[in-house]
C-alpha cells in the first residue's frame, strides 16, 4: 500500500437516506478511498445493500451503542496509512480536498491529524491548530476528519467520554507535541436533520467541561453563561439552551466530580 492510502470508515444506522451522497462524493475525489469499513448498529433499512462492493462490514455487538467504542472497533480494521472518519450524513464538494489534506499530512510529520470545515472555494486553506490555540472545540471534529492510523490504535477513543471523544483526543495528541490542521475549502456538508438537537449539542459542551477544559466550571465561564441567558440577543430557544448549560455545569461543580 502506498502512503497516500486511506480507508473511508463509516458508522452506520439507518443510513439510506443520506449514505448513497456520502459515498458518491468520496468517489468523486481525485483520491478516492483505497478500502471502506463500516460500523453498523443494526439497521433496518437497505442501508447494507448500497455498501460499496468488498466493503468490510463489521456489526456493533458491544451492548449500549457508544460511538467511541465502535470507532476503534473499525479502526482496528483498518490497514492503510490514514484513517477518513466520516458521518453517514457527510460529504465533500471539493474533489481535491483529501488529495490536499493528505499531502499535507505527509509532508508535515508533526501534524498527524486533519478536519474539515464547511467552506468551499478552489483554494485550499491550511490552519494550524495547537496547543495554545486549542479551545476545546476547534480539535478534530469526527463528523470529518483524518488520522494515521498508527496513532488511532495507539491511543484509541475512550469510551467513558460520552460526548466529544473527538476533542479529548486532540486534546491528548496536541499536549503529546503534535498539532492538527483545520482544512477549509472541501466544501463539507451536513446533512444530518437531527444536527441541532438540543440534547446532543448540551452532551457535547458538557463532555468538553468534564474531559477538556475543566475551566469551563470556574466562575469565569459560568459568568459567561449567565450573560448569555439575560443579554437581550439571545432568542428564547439560545437562553433555554444556557439555562439548561448552567444548571448542569453547577450540578458538576458541586458533586465533586474528579476530572482526568
Known amino acids: ?21 456520502t459515498l458518491a462524493s468520496l468517489g468523486r475525489q481525485s483520491l478516492p478511498p483505497r478500502e471502506y469499513v463500516f460500523v453498523d448498529s443494526g439497521s433496518v433499512d437497505r442501508t447494507l445493500d448500497i455498501l460499496p462492493a468488498g466493503s468490510k462490514v463489521h456489526r456493533y455487538a458491544s451492548g449500549k451503542f457508544n460511538y467511541s467504542i465502535a470507532l476503534n472497533e473499525g479502526i482496528n480494521l483498518v490497514k492503510t496509512k490514514y ?16 488529495r490536499a489534506a493528505i499531502e499535507f499530512l505527509h509532508r508535515r510529520s508533526d501534524v498527524p491529524a486533519a478536519y474539515f470545515v464547511q467552506k468551499l472555494s478552489e483554494l485550499i486553506e491550511f490552519d494550524i491548530i495547537t496547543e495554545e490555540n486549542f479551545t476545546g472545540f476547534n480539535g478534530v471534529w469526527n463528523t470529518c476528519a ?6 488511532l490504535k495507539q491511543r484509541p477513543f475512550r469510551p467513558e467520554v460520552f460526548s466529544a471523544e473527538d476533542q479529548e483526543w486532540s486534546k491528548w495528541l496536541l499536549s503529546s507535541g503534535k498539532y492538527i490542521v483545520r482544512v477549509s475549502g472541501a466544501g463539507m456538508s451536513y446533512n444530518n436533520p437531527l444536527r441541532n438537537r438540543f440534547r446532543k449539542r448540551l452532551n457535547e459542551e458538557l463532555a468538553v467541561a468534564l474531559f477538556v ?17 439575560i443579554r437581550p440577543i439571545s432568542n428564547n430557544e439560545e437562553r433555554l439552551f444556557q439555562a ?9 461543580n458541586y458533586s465533586g466530580r474528579k476530572f482526568p
Open 146 to 151: 483524518l488520522y494515521d492510523t498508527h496513532l
Open 213 to 229: 477544559k475543566d475551566e469551563m466550571l470556574r466562575f469565569p465561564y459560568i459568568a459567561r453563561v449567565i450573560y448569555r441567558i
Open 244 to 252: 439548561a448549560l448552567l444548571y448542569n455545569l453547577l450540578k458538576l
Open 83 to 98: 484513517t477518513l472518519v466520516i458521518s453517514s450524513h457527510t460529504s465533500l464538494l471539493n474533489k481535491e480536498a483529501l
Open 1 to 21: 500500500m502506498q502512503n497516500t492510502d486511506y480507508t473511508a470508515l463509516i458508522r452506520t444506522f439507518n443510513s439510506e437516506q443520506t449514505l448513497p451522497e
